[in-house]
T-cell receptor, first 112, second 111 residues
Framework: GAGVSQSPRYKVAKRGQDVALRCDPI?????LFWYQQALGQGPEFLTY????????KSGLPSDRFFAERPEGSVSTLKIQRTQQEDSAVYLC??????????FGPGTRLTVT | EDQVTQSPEALRLQEGESSSLNCSYT??????LFWYRQDPGKGPEFLFT???AGEEKEKERLKATLTKKESFLHITAPKPEDSATYLC????????????FGAGTTVTVRA
């Protein structure tokens, strides 16, 4: 079956612009996660959804970051008023009945 | 605080030269340890989950082992296609979903 997909794959934003990153999880996966990965580092947890409920948003770096999953499938990570420090790869992962998280290819965000 | 440390940061191997990567962790009540492979420009690809000390899992030229304080990823007779960054992760705190990742070991295998 299809894996996790993310779009766009690359995004360049001018500082101060708003961006929206999309994640399509594996069909039927209840749990969805967003991570941020800086160059040369491992992914850092941002937020967790179970179906449409956002159960943990403790990793979101500021109130400029907002995530939603209104129908319990597709999720969007929105960053308002982007700053240079927001430049990173944003990864989405989903999990079904097993314990493992399956990752998408990521969106590379560059803020200029 | 829960921590995951991987060593070495980089590993250069000749094709066929076996080696091991280390992942040490400090977390109370381990709820599993995960190994992922990440190729440049791609997301992490799941390899293994280990749950208890003494457990071993194998996939092709890779074998993962787990002790109470660390995990090893052994690469036997590597090929150039094994070149990648290998990440380990453990669930953080009292939950089973918030993964803490190490910074990874970048393996380069020369033909």
């Amino acid at each position: 079956g299809a894996g996790v997909s993310q779009s766009p794959r690359y995004k360049v934003a001018k500082r101060g612009q708003d961006v929206a990153l999309r994640c399509d999880p594996i069909s039927g996966h209840v749990s969805l996660f967003w991570y941020q990965q800086a160059l040369g580092q491992g992914p850092e947890f941002l937020t967790y959804f179970q179906n449409e409920a956002q159960l943990d948003k403790s990793g979101l770096p500021s109130d400029r970051f907002f995530a939603e999953r209104p129908e319990g499938s597709v999720s969007t990570l929105k960053i308002q008023r982007t700053q240079q420090e927001d430049s990173a790869v944003y990864l989405c992962a989903s999990r079904g009945d097993s314990y493992e998280q399956y990752f998408g290819p990521g969106t590379r965000l560059t803020v200029t | 605080e829960d921590q995951v440390t991987q060593s070495p940061e980089a590993l250069r191997l000749q094709e066929g030269e076996s080696s091991s990567l280390n992942c040490s962790y400090t977390v109370s009540g381990l709820r599993g340890l995960f190994w992922y492979r990440q190729d440049p420009g791609k997301g992490p690809e799941f390899l293994f989950t280990l749950y208890s000390a003494g457990e071993e899992k194998e996939k092709e030229r890779l074998k993962a082992t787990l002790t109470k304080k660390e995990s090893f990823l052994h690469i036997t007779a590597p090929k150039p296609e094994d070149s990648a960054t290998y990440l380990c992760a453990v669930p953080r705190g009292t939950n089973d979903y918030k993964l803490s990742f190490g910074a990874g070991t970048t393996v380069t295998v020369r033909a």
